[in-house]
């Protein structure tokens, strides 16, 4: 079974600030993580995917994050928030299989302050 | 290149209606999968169809059935509906022979469907 568990629900950061959200997994197999957003009345957009290449993944919009299997965490941060970041965050599980399914954590918002 | 592709963008149905929601994979995508995310929710899995069959399916009820066809678009009907069937409903797709040859198992999402329920 696979599961993702998001760390706070709203985190607020001020512009040009670090962006850290938090997301650790369980799986009994080997993993594929992803991030995607989410942006109001928008379906969801691939930031970053872990695929077991590099422990460390860099995505879009200087988005990235780190595969740390000790600790079973995919952690996203950014090291300077923009205003456009404001949006919905979304860590999700998935399996090697071409068929699996993917399993969404329940969100972090994420807002910007000027 | 279309990426994936939802219709209606918006709709609006009273309880015990039925309801038809249609998805158009991204080009060369064999395999669709429908989500539900609830306001204030991350997106559930509903079901996943490729060859024309449900492959896998959610903890969802029977009143949640679909479709997919030979040009692999596909269909998300809900009968009886529940003031709680009011969701986003989106659809994803990616390419199984893909995912088999790169071992990029993501899929792409559309924009989704906003079904409200009176």
């Known amino acids: 079974a696979q599961s993702v568990t998001q760390l706070g629900s709203h985190v607020s950061v001020s512009e040009g600030a670090l962006v850290l959200l938090r997301c650790n997994y369980s799986?009994?197999?080997?993993?594929?993580l992803f991030w995607y957003v989410q942006y109001p009345n928008q379906g969801l957009q691939l930031l970053l995917k872990?695929?077991?290449?590099?422990?460390l993944v860099k995505g879009i919009n200087d988005f990235e994050a780190e595969f740390k299997k000790s600790e079973t965490s995919f952690h996203l941060t950014k090291p300077s928030a923009h205003m456009s970041d404001a949006a919905e965050y979304f860590c999700a599980v998935g399996g090697y299989s071409s068929a699996s399914k993917i399993i969404f954590g329940s969100g972090t918002r994420l807002s910007i302050r000027p | 290149d279309a990426g994936v592709t939802q219709s209606p963008t918006h709709l609006i149905k009273t309880r015990g209606q039925q309801v038809t929601l249609r998805c158009s994979p991204k080009s060369g995508h064999d395999t669709v999968s429908w989500y539900q995310q609830a306001l204030g929710q991350g997106p559930q899995f509903i079901f996943q169809y490729y060859e024309e069959e449900e492959r896998q399916r959610g903890n969802f009820p029977d009143r949640f059935s679909g479709h997919q066809f030979p040009n692999y678009s596909s269909e998300l009907n809900v009968n009886a509906l529940l003031l709680g069937d009011s969701a986003l409903y989106l659809c994803?797709?990616?390419?199984?022979?893909?995912?088999?040859?790169?071992?990029?198992?993501?899929?792409?999402f559309g924009p989704g469907t906003r079904l409200t329920v009176l």
């Open positions: 799986s009994s197999v080997p993993p594929y």
């Open positions: 872990y695929t077991s290449a590099a422990t």
């Open positions: 994803a797709s990616r390419s199984r022979q893909l995912a088999g040859v790169t071992g990029a198992n993501e899929q792409f």
